[in-house]
């Protein structure tokens, strides 16, 4: 069974940082393209961003650019997102959620959330 | 960017009625377009990919069609567990974005 468990979401004072981790079971992590989405209170979703099998392709949100890092180990099955810089705006539910390979379309598995609460 | 108009934002409807939402591309997308339902207090789940081809387990009361810069999704007929938030996500090019979300609820 598939599962994304992601952890490290909290209360963080404006410009403080923060890491969220993602945790892949039930599939061969290495081979998938991941995602970091996010949804604000009472909100919708924005995607903020995507990293391919190898790393080697990276896209990020311009609202995130700059401040946010993803990153992945493959060999430890984990998805990051390193956030510095967090400011008010950022508060949100951050998602990751998997790309489907075969039919090269995103999104097909998600994790529960974690919260994030950027506030003085 | 490309930009996902959704409508309606919110609709009222009953068990059994047939529903229609619509999202609209500010460019066209060919058919690089999912579709997914949200609960209050989950994660999304996908319902349709690549704009009309359903994914594994949702039932099939659930259809989406349409290519370029007009799609629509479907169910045909509204059963209680169907009351939810539902979202197109268009992956033509990045930021992939999402539509403004479309609450159906209980007439």
């Known amino acids: 069974e598939v599962q994304l468990v992601e952890s490290g979401g909290g209360l963080v004072k404006p410009g403080g940082s923060l890491r969220l981790s993602c945790a892949a079971s039930?599939?061969?992590?290495?081979?998938?393209?991941m995602n970091w989405v996010r949804q604000a209170p009472g909100k919708g979703l924005e995607c903020v961003s995507f990293i391919s099998t190898s790393s080697a392709s990276i896209y990020y949100a311009d609202s995130v650019k700059g401040r946010f890092t993803i990153s992945r180990d493959n060999a430890k099955n984990l998805l990051y997102l390193q956030m510095n810089g967090l400011r008010a705006e950022d508060t949100a539910i951050y998602y990751c959620?998997?790309?489907?390979?075969?039919?090269?379309?995103?999104?097909?598995?998600w994790g529960q959330g974690t919260l994030v609460t950027v506030s003085s | 960017d490309i930009q996902m108009t959704q409508s309606p934002s919110a609709m009222s409807a009953s068990v059994g009625d047939r529903v229609t939402i619509t999202c609209r591309a500010s460019?066209?997308?060919?058919?690089?377009l999912v579709w997914f339902q949200q609960k209050p207090g989950k994660g999304p789940k996908r319902l349709i990919y690549?704009?009309?081809s359903l994914q594994s387990g949702v039932p099939s009361r659930f259809s989406g069609s349409g290519s370029g810069t007009e799609f629509t999704l479907t169910i045909s007929s509204l059963q209680p567990e169907d009351f939810a938030t539902y979202y197109c996500l268009q992956h033509k090019s990045y930021p992939w974005t999402f539509g403004q979300g479309t609450k159906v609820e209980i007439k």
């Open positions: 690549a704009s009309s």
């Open positions: 959620a998997r790309d489907c390979m075969t039919t090269v379309t995103p999104f097909d598995y």
């Open positions: 460019q066209g997308i060919n058919n690089y």
């Open positions: 039930g599939f061969t992590f290495s081979t998938y393209n």
